[in-house]
C-alpha cells in the first residue's frame, strides 16, 4: 500500500528565512505528487504538481518542489518565507492510472515569526 | 477563477440525527469526491463518484453514507444516523475527467465543519 511521510508535525521559521518542508513516500512505482495548503478556516489549495518531465517544478506563491526518485522524496521549498505562508502543508501521492485517488501525509504546520 | 463551494461552513447536531452536506463542483467538471479530516489526523478519501455512480469507496464510507448528484450543480453526503466519531471536517473536490492518462488533478472546497454531539 502506498503512504507519505511528513516528519515534521511543526516547523518554525522566520520571516524572509528560507523553508523546506519534507516528504517520503513508499510506493510500487513513481506517483503523481502533489503538495496541497491549508490555510487557517480555508480548503485544501493545490501549489504544486508533479507527474512527468522536470524534476524540479514551480508552483504558486513562489514555491518549488524537487522529485528524487533515489530518495523517494518530494521536498517543498520556498527561498523566502512571507508570514502568510503560515498555513498547514499537505504531501499527496496518487497511482498512475485507474482511480487517481491521492493519500495525503499527516501535514505539517508552518509557523512564521516575524 | 472558478472553485468549489460547500454549504454549510459549520454543523452542529446530535448523535443519530441525519446530516446532508452540500458541495457544488467547478461546472465543467465530471469526477467528484468526498473526504475528511479528523481534527489533527490525516485527510481519508471516502468516496469517488462519476456518471451518477459511485465509481470508488473506502471502508470508511459505510451504509450510514450515501452521495447523491440530486441535479445539474449540487454533489451532497448523507450521514443517515451521526455518531460522535463522525465529527470531523468533510471536504468536497471535483475534477476534470480522465485525459490521455496524464492524471488529473482535484480542486477541494473550504470544507464543512461537523460537529456530533
Known amino acids: 500500500a502506498q503512504s507519505v511521510t511528513q516528519p515534521d508535525i511543526h516547523i518554525t521559521v522566520s520571516e524572509g528565512a528560507s523553508l523546506e518542508l519534507r516528504c517520503n513516500y513508499s510506493?510500487?512505482?513513481?506517483?503523481?505528487l502533489f503538495w496541497y495548503v491549508q490555510s487557517p478556516g480555508q480548503g485544501l489549495q493545490l501549489l504544486l504538481k508533479?507527474?512527468?518531465?522536470?524534476?524540479l517544478v514551480q508552483g504558486i506563491k513562489g514555491f518549488e518542489a524537487e522529485f528524487k526518485r533515489s530518495q523517494s522524496s518530494f521536498n517543498l521549498r520556498k527561498p523566502s518565507v512571507h508570514w502568510s505562508d503560515a498555513a498547514e502543508y499537505f504531501c499527496?501521492?496518487?497511482?498512475?492510472?485507474?482511480?487517481?485517488?491521492?493519500?495525503f501525509g499527516r501535514g505539517t504546520s508552518l509557523i512564521v515569526h516575524p | 477563477e472558478p472553485e468549489v463551494t460547500q454549504t454549510p461552513s459549520h454543523q452542529v447536531t446530535q448523535m443519530g440525527q441525519e446530516v446532508i452536506l452540500r458541495c457544488v463542483p467547478i461546472?465543467?467538471?465530471?469526477?467528484f469526491y468526498w473526504y475528511r479530516q479528523i481534527l489533527g489526523q490525516k485527510v481519508e478519501f471516502l468516496v469517488s463518484?462519476?456518471?451518477?455512480?459511485?465509481?470508488?469507496k473506502s471502508e470508511i464510507f459505510d451504509d450510514q453514507f450515501s452521495v447523491e448528484r440530486p441535479d445539474g450543480s449540487n454533489f451532497t453526503l448523507k450521514i443517515r444516523s451521526t455518531k460522535l466519531e463522525d465529527s470531523a471536517m468533510y471536504f468536497c473536490?471535483?475534477?476534470?475527467?480522465?485525459?490521455?492518462?496524464?492524471?488529473?488533478?482535484?480542486?477541494f472546497g473550504p470544507g464543512t465543519r461537523l460537529l456530533v454531539l
Open positions: 510506493y510500487g512505482a513513481t506517483p503523481y
Open positions: 508533479y507527474f512527468s518531465g522536470d524534476t
Open positions: 463518484f462519476y456518471n451518477n455512480e459511485i465509481s470508488e
Open positions: 499527496a501521492v496518487a497511482p498512475r492510472g485507474g482511480s487517481y485517488i491521492p493519500t
Open positions: 461546472s465543467n467538471h465530471l469526477y
Open positions: 473536490a471535483s475534477s476534470e475527467a480522465l485525459s490521455g492518462g496524464a492524471g488529473e488533478t482535484q480542486y
